[in-house]
């Protein structure tokens, strides 16, 4: 397979376009005969066994036997009761996730508390669905070393861990996060469906990498226990959305592990639900998926990913140009440590680099220089330890070079990006992006190059109270509000976008976040100059809040006085609240900058600090320990018709 990709700006109607030049021919290699099924060709059972032998490769294996090895210390028992939902895990004061005790599902510790939390049956409940995500890696951790090793224990944990599986999952009742039995998103070993075909989506590749090893009475329990059991609820399952991608990628690897091509065809065909008419409903043209949130994009992406990868047994090639620019285009978004502003819902802190098993496998599917040097700039900040590296089978090591990141917007999902150097400015104006989107047109992040000056927050885990109460608020967000309410869900628009080597300058507005409030913001990034200027116009009177939610705590040269602002949803999780009265102009300093805003509509306006939930330590990746960061929001509120401030940064 050759595939030639470019990606270049356009200046065309003070707009700049990403286009993507590409070409696809088909696999060459993948001449199956008629009936044949598996998950990893001879090509990818090579590269395996080849990069087992490298140095490389010999440390891969030694993580992936660390991590089987450390799961065989704890009973290997599945659970007799259902598990609940992962995302009531956490401690309902700091947000923070529980730390997770193989040898306590009855007692669960927060770092921050320090104590234990008891006698609460969701969190019990939550500590078995952890028990089954860890036995999927172990599961995964162990189908890689029986391929790279040919040591047949490893394929014996996985045939015992599915027998042990197969004789309760049918024990299981279907229920929902509520503990709820519904049609709608019930689960069984899961509180949610969603979670039963991640699950699926690996230990069917698992199961059939260990089959070898087993006898037909085996086999047919397996298959009679779980896989039939589990494909049979998916199939009934319809949500639409990520969700549904991963149910398809779900029925995609059941259908193979149970060589059904009727599951695989409704997985890929049906069509309201099937592959291919999300892949046309739901990925934009810029390459991102709709919801408008960098962890709601590689989410269903890995779905999708995985799909594409298990049905190249029937023949059936998805590694076409979508998935190619949904893996490329989001990549040239990052700031320069790789990470991602947190719009929308989504743990902070997605990154690149927590996506390099994907990238692994696009590198190997489609063997284009992007994305080795993608894995290059990666693995320069973590070591490179996934089983789907041996998979890919090259020799990537961490680089030198940079990732060409330049200013740039994408059209569809509505994010503009100024670069200067290291330092970045985004803007968020697009779709509002559905069930995970946030009231947040025209906010901003801000990146020195370091750390962010300004962050959106994305989102704590979806059980603990201030998702709703403070994370999904407009006021948590950098942009303004208007009589203290959240903006209505709609779409910006781009006005102008100009970028330069220095940085270039962006605008945008919206004309329906408020009833008879027409908003828009102009961006003017030059070198280690950022100029923001927010107008809002109505024929009425209103209260404007011009909210930045600083990550350090702004220094004025002026004290303030007690104010209590907690009258409004949102801004009542705002504490240690102070009041300024200014005249025209303030300026104030934080560690890296120093901030001067100037009111260019009016005379007085009064400058309102705090203190506020900050980043949310729920990303699991992060793991349980975690230092809490509030965030410090300052406000800028005036009572007028209108509304023109300008706010300029010096950055350090």
Not at 72 to 77: I, N
Not at 270 to 285: A, D, F, I, Q, T
Not at 636 to 651: A, F, G, P, Q, S
């Amino acid at each position: 397979m050759r595939l030639f990709f470019n990606f270049y700006l356009m200046t065309k109607k003070s707009a700049c376009f990403l286009v993507g030049i590409f070409m696809f021919l088909q696999l060459p290699a993948q001449q199956p005969e008629k009936h044949s099924y598996y998950f990893f060709d001879e090509e990818d059972i090579q590269n395996i066994r080849a990069a087992a032998q490298t140095d490389w490769g010999q440390n891969i294996l030694s993580v992936l036997k660390e991590q089987v090895q450390k799961r065989r210390q704890h009973s290997l028992r599945i659970p007799l009761l259902e598990g609940g939902h992962g995302h009531h895990y956490f401690c309902p004061i700091h947000n923070v996730l529980f730390t997770f005790d193989w040898d306590n599902p009855y007692r669960h510790y927060c770092s921050l508390c320090g104590r234990h939390w008891e006698n609460v049956n969701r969190y019990d409940w939550a500590w078995i669905n952890t028990v089954h995500n860890e036995n999927l890696k172990y599961l995964t951790a162990c189908m890689y070393l029986y391929i790279a090793t040919s040591d047949r224990v490893y394929a014996e944990y996985i045939r015992d861990m599915m027998l042990d599986y197969a004789s309760k999952y049918p024990t299981y009742f279907e229920h929902n996060a509520s503990r709820e039995p519904t049609q709608i998103h019930s689960g069984r070993m899961f509180a949610q469906s969603l979670d039963e075909s991640v699950w699926a989506s690996d230990a069917a590749r698992a199961y059939w990498i260990a089959k070898p090893v087993m006898t037909d009475g085996e086999i047919k329990k397996i298959e009679d226990g779980y896989l039939k059991v589990c494909a049979k609820m998916l199939l009934n399952r319809f949500q639409g959305g990520n969700w549904q991608m991963w149910y398809n990628s779900g029925l995609a690897a059941l259908g193979v592990a149970l060589q059904t091509d009727s599951i695989i065809d409704i997985a890929l065909n049906h069509p309201s639900r099937g592959y291919n008419y999300l892949m046309e409903k739901h990925v934009y043209n810029d390459g991102w998926w709709s919801e408008g949130s960098p962890v709601y994009h590689y989410y269903p992406l890995r779905a999708i990913l995985l799909t594409a990868d298990a049905v190249r047994c029937r023949n059936i090639n998805l590694f076409d140009q979508k998935l190619y620019n949904m893996l490329a285009s989001p990549a040239l978004g990052v700031y320069s440590n790789l990470t991602f502003p947190a719009h929308n819902d989504g743990w902070y802190g997605e990154s690149l680099i927590e996506q390099t098993p994907l990238y692994e496998i696009a590198c190997q599917r489609f063997k284009d220089k992007f994305f080795v040097d993608l894995l290059k700039a990666c693995y320069k900040f973590k070591e490179r330890t996934s089983g789907t590296a041996l998979q890919n089978g090259m020799d990537i090591s961490a680089g030198a070079e940079k990732l060409p990141l330049k200013s740039i917007y994408f059209e569809d999902v509505g994010v503009a990006v100024l670069r200067s150097n290291d330092r970045a400015v985004v803007l968020k104006y697009g779709p509002y992006g559905g069930g995970h989107g946030h009231p947040d047109k025209l906010s901003i992040s801000l990146f020195d190059g370091k750390e962010e000056l300004l962050s959106d927050l994305g989102t704590s885990a979806y059980g603990v109270p201030d998702y709703i109460r403070w994370y999904r608020k407009t006021v948590a967000h950098s942009t303004v509000v208007v009589d203290g309410k959240d903006q209505a869900t709609v779409t910006g628009q781009l006005v102008t976008f100009k970028p330069s080597d220095t940085g270039g300058i962006v605008e945008a507005k919206v004309i329906d976040a408020y009833p008879n409030v027409e908003m828009t913001r102009n961006l003017n990034l030059k070198n280690n100059r950022l100029t923001d200027v927010f107008s809002c116009t109505s024929p009425d009177i209103h209260t404007y809040d011009y909210v930045l939610i600083l990550t350090q705590k702004p220094q004025f040269t002026m004290n303030g006085e007690p104010v209590d602002i907690s009258n409004a949803a949102g801004y009542d999780r705002i504490s240690n609240t102070e009041l300024r009265k200014a005249k025209r102009q303030i300026t104030c300093r934080i560690e890296n900058a120093e901030i001067t805003i100037q009111l260019l509509s009016g005379n007085e306006f009064e400058v309102i600090t705090g203190k506020a939930p900050g980043i949310p330590p729920t990303n699991p990746s992060w793991g349980s320990e975690y230092t809490e960061k509030p965030v410090f929001p300052l406000l800028i509120r005036v009572k007028d018709k209108n509304l023109k401030i300008k706010t300029e940064w010096k950055i350090k």
